[in-house]
């Protein structure tokens, strides 16, 4: 932070992921952000390391951005109102990768009153550019009056690779989560289905890597492996993005709970089943036009889930092709979005795009 402080570059104010807590989703996410504006010191407030009082006594930021994370339109009131705090901390404020929270799950599933969303239209009418992860994110916007917003995609999707990997013919990728019990028809169902389909994917000679991009997750991770039987080929990966899109580019399709699992399986152009825990599972999907391989939790069994498998099994290289075009889109609308705002701004960006 003392380097941010003093720095001459231009300070960058950060609400987006929680990095530093070793969640691959939100260290990818971190990463990505500073590739994309690599000519500023970042400066985060995200974890609670600045409270609203000292954040005020700070030097202001030149830019504020609030990127990635599903952290718009939210129905917690601290939310809200920090949110509100650090844009009141910089003369430019956008959002760039955000997704927007679905007021249905907010209600049914986190138990969440509504009642923030017309505030944060009130605040977000204030940034010079509104870019969001997907469709359904910009649908929440237009509703609440929001203007001029844009789809931009995952800011992760700027990690992605240059070309897609041959993988091998038998290896599946399984990422498993009950994100804590909030998700579409509860934490039990994933488990049982996944034992099942854990089961079905070993009968057809495919064996099976366990991908671990959170440590909430090892544990029920581990649990299904002893229940179903199968390989226990476990990949651990908590910061280290590269890594894991170096070791799920080995699989011909991947299956994952935590949303930023299939992005970054996306990033290696596999084909890839979304298990849809959260709207935000539906609105990335969306995005990179893979909705028909979008499955929510509540309506997940193993027999569906392998059909959509079988499916991607047997048509891998159209579907690749296809994410390469969509992923590659966003990249360089990203990069390029990232370079006006600037521009406009008068922020020097000098950030290359490979």
């Not at 994309?36 to 407030?45: A, H, I, K, M």
């Not at 339109?73 to 990768?97: D, M, N, Q």
């Not at 138990?111 to 009130?122: C, H, I, M, N, T």
Request: proline share 3%.
């Amino acid at each position: 932070m003392r380097r941010t402080l003093f720095a001459k570059r231009p300070r960058i104010g950060y609400i987006g992921g929680y990095h530093g807590h070793k969640n691959l989703g939100d260290e990818a996410l971190y990463a990505a952000l500073k590739r994309l504006y690599s000519f500023g010191c970042f400066l985060d407030y995200n974890r609670g390391l600045v409270p609203g009082w000292v954040a005020r006594l700070l030097p202001r930021c030149d830019l504020m951005l609030m990127a990635g994370g599903t952290n718009v339109a939210g129905h917690k009131e601290s939310s809200y109102r920090w949110a509100k705090t650090c844009f009141s901390l910089a003369p430019h404020c956008i959002v760039f990768g955000s997704g927007v929270a679905a007021p249905e799950f907010e209600s049914a599933v986190m138990r969440r009153p509504l009642g923030f969303q017309k505030q944060w239209a009130e605040i977000l009418k204030n940034c010079v550019y509104i870019g969001v992860r997907g469709p359904l994110s910009k649908r929440i916007l237009d509703d609440l009056g929001v203007q001029n917003v844009e789809v931009i995609g995952d800011p992760v999707l700027t990690l992605a690779g240059e070309r897609n990997v041959i993988a091998s013919d038998n290896i599946i990728g399984f990422n498993v989560s009950q994100a804590g019990g909030n998700v579409w028809g509860g934490k039990e169902r994933i488990f049982q289905q996944f034992v099942k389909l854990a089961q079905i994917a070993a009968k057809a000679g495919f064996r099976i890597r366990w991908f671990v991009v959170s440590p909430d997750d090892l544990s029920v991770t581990q649990q299904v492996i002893r229940e179903s039987g199968s390989d226990a080929d476990v990949y651990e990966f908590y910061e280290d993005y590269s890594g894991f899109m170096d070791a799920v580019s080995c699989a011909s399709v991947f299956v994952g709970v935590r949303l930023h699992s299939v992005a970054l399986a996306t990033c290696a152009y596999v084909p890839s089943l979304m298990l849809e825990y959260n709207p935000k599972c539906r609105d990335f999907m969306e995005s990179i036009k893979q909705a028909e391989f979008n499955l929510r939790t509540d309506k997940f069994t193993a027999g569906r889930a392998w059909e959509i498998i079988s499916y991607l099994l047997s048509n891998r290289s159209a579907v690749a092709g296809r994410l390469f075009d969509a992923v590659s889109k966003f990249r360089s609308m990203q990069f390029l979005k990232s370079c006006q705002i600037c521009s406009e701004l008068g922020l020097k960006h000098s950030v290359k795009l490979y």
